[in-house]
């Protein structure tokens, strides 16, 4: 969907890491080990989403590191745009909100790291029907076309969950306090 209005596959992947986590941040040589492209096409497109105000930058040693800019006009359409992207909408439509009790929902794994995948990945704590959640579950994966891999703790459980296994820390992408 948004390679149709975007052209420049750079520029999607930049919007995937930094609007997706908005507490990404990144440099133009961990771009480009990351992206797999070479350095100068990832900087113009750094430049010109820094030019219109998207990311800010900040000076760390000899390093130039860039983040999303939370307080531009934008910002909440374009994370927006981004989750209906990666189709993390669908997932909280029609699995979150028909499940009942879930307290909160993080997304680990590659997308909270703000790299595009084919597999979602989710932490649900709740107590609720796991087998109600995996036949959701198959349904959103072929509306959104990718593939959900989750775990489920249950309330009492969350005390036990490692996240300094995750990196960086899960994002919550739903509570049952920000419905």
Known sequence: MIDALISSKTRIRLLLKFFLNSHATAYLRSLESEFGESSNGIRVELNRLEGAGLLISESEGNKKIFRANTSHPLFNEIHNIVMKHVGLDQVIENVIQRLGRVQRVYLVGDF?????????????????DKTYLTSLVEKAEKIIGRKIRYLIYESEETAMIDWKKHNPEPLLIWSENKV
């Open 112 to 128: 909270s790291k703000g790299m595009d995948s084919q597999v979602i990945d989710l932490v649900f704590v709740g107590d609720f």
